[in-house]
């Protein structure tokens, strides 16, 4: 089936920093791909999504392209905040419908 | 307001006293589904639903059962529960398709003593 790789974490940054956070995927078909962020006690908020190939989604200065040739979606940010600490994940959908998430990773964001 | 709601928020109970979490959404979507988060394995889905009266299992489907008998609603039930199900649980909802996005609810976390 449908699987995700994503690096666990935690990783830590200072504020101002690059960040990147890679994923790769299998999928059988040709899924849509969504970012989802979970801060801390909430459920998952859509961060971003790419439907087609070579597509980048992007928001709240997260960006991520659909890389079809290397079956990746890396999340990126140019310079994080205190406020972007939270658990993200990748997750591909597929044509039946469900999403696969990835084990998510953990960013803190420290002042 | 478009949402995803779940309760309880927080649960504790004992082996074998059956359970039953709530799930509502207000958006009229056809497609609902069950998550379990544990630490180090992300989301794994439980059930899911296409429709009134159309459920199938996910990944992790054992000591759950659900029902679908209103579009709005997806309650999960825990008919025994064990400690091997103590873990936070998420409800979320979508239209049907690939491109759509999942809302999800507030998660409920259960502990099973």
């Known amino acids: 089936g449908d699987s995700v790789t994503q690096m666990e974490g935690p990783v830590t940054l200072s504020e101002e920093a690059f960040l990147t956070i890679n994923c790769t995927y299998t999928?059988?078909?040709?899924?849509?791909l969504f970012w989802y962020v979970q801060y801390p006690g909430e459920g998952l908020q859509l961060l971003l999504k790419a439907t087609k190939a070579d597509d980048k989604g992007s928001n709240k200065g997260f960006e991520a392209t659909y890389r079809k040739e290397t079956t990746s979606f890396h999340l990126e940010k140019g310079s994080v905040q205190v406020s972007d600490s939270a658990v993200y994940f990748c997750?591909?959908?597929?044509?039946?419908?469900?999403?696969?998430f990835g084990p998510g990773t953990r960013l803190s964001v420290l002042p | 307001e478009a949402q995803v709601t779940q309760n309880p928020r927080y649960l504790i109970t004992v082996t074998g006293k059956k359970l039953t979490v709530t799930c509502s959404q207000n958006?009229?979507?056809?497609?609902m589904s069950w998550y379990r988060q544990d630490p180090g394995l992300g989301l794994r889905q439980i059930y899911y639903?296409?429709?009134?009266?159309?459920?199938d299992k996910g990944d992790v489907p054992e000591g759950y059962k659900v029902s679908r008998k209103e579009k709005r609603n997806f309650p999960l039930i825990l008919e025994s529960p064990s400690p091997n199900q103590t873990s936070l649980y998420f409800c979320?909802?979508?239209?049907?398709?690939?491109?759509?996005?999942?809302?999800f609810g507030q998660g409920t976390r259960l502990t099973v003593v």
């Open positions: 958006m009229n979507h056809e497609y």
């Open positions: 979320a909802s979508s239209v049907p398709g690939r491109t759509t996005e999942a809302f």
């Open positions: 999928a059988t078909g040709y899924p849509s």
């Open positions: 639903s296409m429709n009134v009266e159309v459920t």
């Open positions: 997750a591909p959908r597929d044509y039946g419908q469900n999403f696969v």
